[in-house]
């Protein structure tokens, strides 16, 4: 299914699920505004964090290149944050328009913008934690594996396994033993 062809998908909808698209659309709205409610919490509480830290004593002990990740990993936290509020936003102006499918296809596609950034923010902040612990090249290295963590649980497994499911013939969903 891709988001923009939610009509691809609609049979399935239909035979399995007995849903109308409204009915569709409405239960992709509530899975999405479920899944921004895990992070919105915990991207708002990041961006916090990293906000205070330039009025720690410590912070003026930072080498130039640990300050650029630190600011690197600010800018990929507070975009992430504006990216996974902005459904909210969107919904608001969009509020009985009658503009269900554009909101629905924004907003999924604002929440993965926001995700990637939120991984590229967590990256760096496990650099500079590392950097301050251990030494610049624990943090390089950290950061890199936290990087690479990231992108392998929420970028290419999904893919992969979205891939999977595309080559393979379409079936009814099986309930677990």
């Known amino acids: 299914m891709d988001v923009d062809h939610p009509e691809d998908d609609q049979r ?11 009915e569709r659309l409405d239960r992709n ?3 999405l505004l479920q899944e921004l409610r895990v992070v919105q ?10 906000l205070t830290l330039p009025f720690q004593q410590r912070f003026d002990m930072l080498d130039h290149s640990t ?7 600010v800018t990929f936290s507070v975009a992430s944050t504006v990216l996974l509020v902005a459904p909210v936003g969107l919904h608001r102006v969009l509020f009985r328009q009658h503009r269900l499918p554009v909101l629905v296809s924004a907003a999924h596609r604002l929440a993965f913008a926001g995700l990637l950034l939120l991984g590229l ?12 612990v251990l030494g610049q090249s624990a943090g390089v290295t ?13 970028v290419a497994l999904p893919l992969a396994l979205r891939c999977r499911h595309v080559a393979s013939t379409p079936r009814e ?5």
């Open 142 to 154: 950290s950061g890199i594996i936290a990087l690479i963590t990231f992108g392998l649980c929420w």
């Open 12 to 22: 399935w909808n239909e035979s399995a699920r007995h849903e109308t698209p409204t």
């Open 29 to 31: 709205w509530t899975s």
């Open 121 to 132: 923010a967590m990256a760096g902040v496990t650099d500079i934690i590392f950097d301050a």
């Open 41 to 50: 919490t915990g991207v708002q509480l990041l961006t916090g964090l990293l």
């Open 173 to 177: 969903p099986r309930l677990p033993l």
């Open 67 to 73: 300050r650029m990740v630190y600011l690197a990993t």
